[in-house]
């Protein structure tokens, strides 16, 4: 481990990938895309560092020089002090990882089979690996499906075993791809107490990536966004919507339509629709009670949300921002 | 501790009889095939003249060790050419993540116990095709009768791992390897005397072929190479098979820099 107690260190990281595209009939060419594109991060011991970005802006090519299942193209890293492809072995004993659309586990065995298989793999001694194992089981909830064979488990029953496998070798650093994609709310919010209750433990380090709006808001207090494979925000999450300036919006159904002369102080109207009967607004300094209290004195209300900014829309902003700089 | 490859090996073997009915039509498959072999061996047996200057009872002997030795390396290391398939899928991800060796984890993940009676039937032709050849028998010779084979094995089980790693640069190299492992077998079978002048020099020397079955055979009856070969190359099959194995191993090495890990 560095000096300043990292455990994550990466420098100018870049992978590149050469792209065959058909030209005409039979001539072809060959494109170089950078998938990485000159990431530098460094990740102190039990940080829970939330990494976002759009699909395709390489998150999980980043994930998987990190992990040692991709050779970087140029730059250097280091995870737990140790180099990811050469000291591949080494390096996998002291990292879990979860990638959500890929398992870890044996297929046709029920996750009980997969769990001892994993004890050998990682040669963990008996006592610590029951010791988790107990702890993953009851804050899990596993119980009721440790004898099922994995082809049969639910997307929410496989990720909660998914999460044991990683933790069973008592890791240092936990990566995370994706881990609530796809599952219903109940099992997402198994997910992120787990996550939550591990990062408060502090001595876990856990890199997460993400579109999950509310896993990001739950657990990660800084955040790394890339595109196109750079860091675009390094920071938290008040920061980043400080940053680019995203609005709360209030969404009204009303019962008369929109008076189009209507000037509310600190909201402007995004959208009318409906013939008039529906308005989004974008708060803009007002609160959103203030906005419904004037907005009622003018128009009867039916029906009123709130919608959070959501950190879509803080990318999609960050694509426009001619800060960012483009390849192609 | 339990080794962990022999815990992944029974892991495997437990999920394959998870699938009753697949595993019982496997084993039948390979059992008529086995017997279509035998069926050419018989066909050998009957010949009266020769064949590139051997007699059929001495291609026996070559078939014999190209037989014991191509379905070892089949069982060993045959199933590394699923690779292709693990490459594809991006599932050879789960096996990096491994604390493992990745040609270990896959030698393992995809063992095939019904390769066992292969090797138990090629084994018989072995031994029948010893016992009916004119062997010169001596030391060095009963020597080199344990270890044909093995080093064959070794031979062919580099050519499966090479023509595997080939799918980390070509996903869709599709059955190329199987023209360098299965007609690997069908070529070291034979005298290389029956093969022309481009085709002998490119397969039997330049790939190593000769090694395999023909040039320890003509040891093993005490003859010289025809085609002029020094007798010492007859002895050094163990020594290719090895040189081979380790010029695959550096490939397979070079092979997993180039994953490229498709999908996100």
């Known amino acids: 481990m560095s000096a300043d107690g990292a455990v994550i260190e990466t420098s100018l990281l870049r992978k590149d990938f050469t792209v065959r595209r058909k030209v005409g009939r039979l001539r072809r060419t060959k494109d170089v895309v950078s998938a990485v594109d000159g990431v530098s991060l460094s990740v102190a011991e039990g940080e829970l560092l939330g990494y976002i970005g759009p699909n395709g802006a390489g998150k999980s090519t980043t994930l998987k020089m990190l992990t040692g299942v991709l050779t970087p193209s140029g730059g250097t890293l280091s995870v737990c002090g140790l180099t990811p492809v050469p000291q591949r072995t080494v390096l996998a004993r002291r990292i879990g990882v979860v990638f959500g659309q890929r398992s870890q586990l044996w297929w046709d065995l029920p996750l009980a089979e997969s769990f001892s298989l994993l004890r050998h793999v990682y040669r963990v001694p008996a006592a610590d690996h029951a010791a988790r194992l107990t702890a993953c089981r009851s804050l899990l909830d596993l119980d009721s499906f440790v004898d099922t064979p994995v082809r049969q488990l639910s997307l929410g029953q496989r990720m909660r075993g998914e999460l044991t496998a990683a933790l069973l070798h008592g890791p240092k650093v936990l990566f995370l791809d994706e881990p609530t994609i796809g599952l219903d709310v109940l099992s997402k919010q198994a997910v992120r107490g787990f996550l939550a209750s591990l990062a408060a433990r502090g001595d876990t380090t856990v890199v997460l990536t993400t579109h999950d709006l509310a896993d990001i808001e739950k657990l990660c207090r800084r955040l790394v966004v890339i595109d196109h494979g750079r860091v675009v925000h390094d920071g938290t999450l008040e920061e980043l919507h400080a940053a680019y300036r995203s609005k709360r919006r209030v969404v009204v159904d009303l019962d008369a339509p929109w008076p189009t002369d209507l000037v509310l102080p600190g909201a402007s109207v995004e959208h009318v629709e409906a013939d008039g009967y529906r308005v989004t607004l974008a708060l803009e300094g007002a609160t959103a009670g203030d906005v419904v209290a004037r907005l009622a004195q003018a128009v009867p209300l039916r029906d009123l949300s709130v919608q959070e900014p959501e950190i879509e829309d803080v990318i999609a902003k960050l694509y426009a921002a001619p800060s960012v700089p483009r390849r192609n | ?264």
């Open chain 2, 1 to 264: 501790m339990a080794n962990p490859y022999l815990q992944l090996l029974a892991a495997q073997v437990r999920s394959q009889t998870q699938y009753r009915v697949s595993f019982a039509i496997d084993l039948v498959g390979s059992t008529v095939l086995t017997g279509l072999d035998l069926v050419t061996v018989w066909v050998l047996f009957g010949v009266n003249g020769s064949l590139g200057g051997f007699g059929g009872r001495e291609v026996l002997l070559m078939v014999g060790v190209a037989a014991a030795a191509f379905p070892i390396a089949d069982l060993a290391v045959g199933n590394v050419e699923k690779l292709r398939v693990y490459v594809r899928s991006g599932l050879f991800d789960a096996v990096l993540l491994r604390p493992l060796s990745s040609l270990g984890q896959l030698v393992v993940m995809d063992f095939a116990p019904r390769r066992v009676g292969r090797v138990l039937q090629g084994c018989a032709i072995y031994v029948v095709a010893l016992v009916a050849a004119p062997v010169q028998w001596s030391t060095p010779v009963a020597v080199l009768v344990v270890f044909a084979p093995l080093a064959g094995a070794m031979f062919f089980g580099a050519i499966f791992v090479a023509g595997a790693t080939v799918a980390f640069w070509w996903i869709d190299s599709g059955e190329i390897s199987n023209a360098f492992t299965y007609g690997g077998k069908d070529v070291a079978a034979y005298p290389m005397t029956v093969f022309g002048g481009l085709f002998r020099r490119l397969f039997a020397y330049g790939l190593g072929f000769a090694f395999v079955s023909y040039l320890p055979v003509l040891a093993m009856l005490g003859r010289s190479d025809p085609l002029g070969a020094p007798d010492v190359l007859r002895w050094c099959s163990p020594l290719t098979g090895l040189l081979v194995a380790v010029l695959a191993g550096l490939f397979w090495r070079t092979g997993i820099r180039h994953y490229r890990s498709t999908g996100s």
